[in-house]
T-cell receptor, first 112, second 116 residues
């Protein structure tokens, strides 16, 4: 059973479109992180959210942590080809004594 | 960027041979991790270390062993490689999660292993 479910798995959109990626769980997380991975490289941290209901913005990317700290979303406005990559969410369970739990990722392709 | 170096970056080997992957960090982070990444499975934790000589299993530890004799080095060994261990392996480091740290991971660039 996957503790963190990401959707969609694949997303192919045209440049300029908006999109949202979801990360859902039945478990409560003390924090949740989003990473982006480009081909041939390791994942790189984009943002960490720690407070229920928290919203963080990183240029055209908006991250939200659910009020109950069980889910998160990543919204990209006016996607660009440079946004292409694998987006991974990862959560730290409330106990904090176990390693991060990763979702399987959303592979985004933005076509010019 | 965090100073993490993985070696080798690419390796092709035959079934039944031993393989060791090395992760070296210059950040003095206490925690180190080995993940494998496969299509359809995402990142899966193999083993991790929370200090010198302190290690624990992840979700896919069968067929793998690890050692950490120094803070900066974390070795992943496949005693007898199998084709199912063909994958891209990532090392990561972090500080211990706690009230001042949410356990963000810094990843190496990966080691691509092919077992024929």
């Amino acid at each position: 059973t996957q503790l963190l479910e990401q959707s969609p798995q694949f997303l192919s959109i045209q440049e300029g479109e908006n999109l949202t990626v979801y990360c859902n769980s039945s478990s409560v997380f003390s924090s949740l992180q989003w990473y982006r991975q480009e081909p041939g490289e390791g994942p790189v941290l984009l943002v960490t959210v720690v407070t229920g209901g928290e919203v963080k913005k990183l240029k055209r990317l908006t991250f939200q942590f659910g009020d109950a700290r069980k889910d998160s979303s990543l919204h990209i406005t006016a996607a660009q080809p440079g946004d292409t990559g694998l987006y991974l969410c990862a959560g730290l369970l409330n106990s904090g004594n176990t390693p991060l739990v990763f979702g399987k990722g959303t592979r985004l392709s933005v076509i010019a | 960027d965090a100073g993490i170096t993985q070696s080798p970056r690419h390796k092709v080997t035959e079934t039944g041979t031993p393989v060791t992957l090395r992760c070296h960090q210059t950040e003095n982070h206490r925690y180190m991790y080995w993940y494998r990444q496969d299509p359809g499975h995402g990142l899966r934790l193999i083993h991790y270390s929370y200090g010198v000589k302190d290690t624990d299993k992840g979700e896919v530890s069968d067929g793998y062993s690890v050692s950490r004799s120094k803070t900066e080095d974390f070795l992943l060994t496949l005693e007898s490689a199998t084709s199912s261990q063909t994958s891209v392996y990532f090392c990561a480091i972090s500080e211990p999660p706690g009230w001042q740290n949410t356990g963000e991971l810094f990843f190496g660039e990966g080691s691509r292993l092919t077992v024929l």
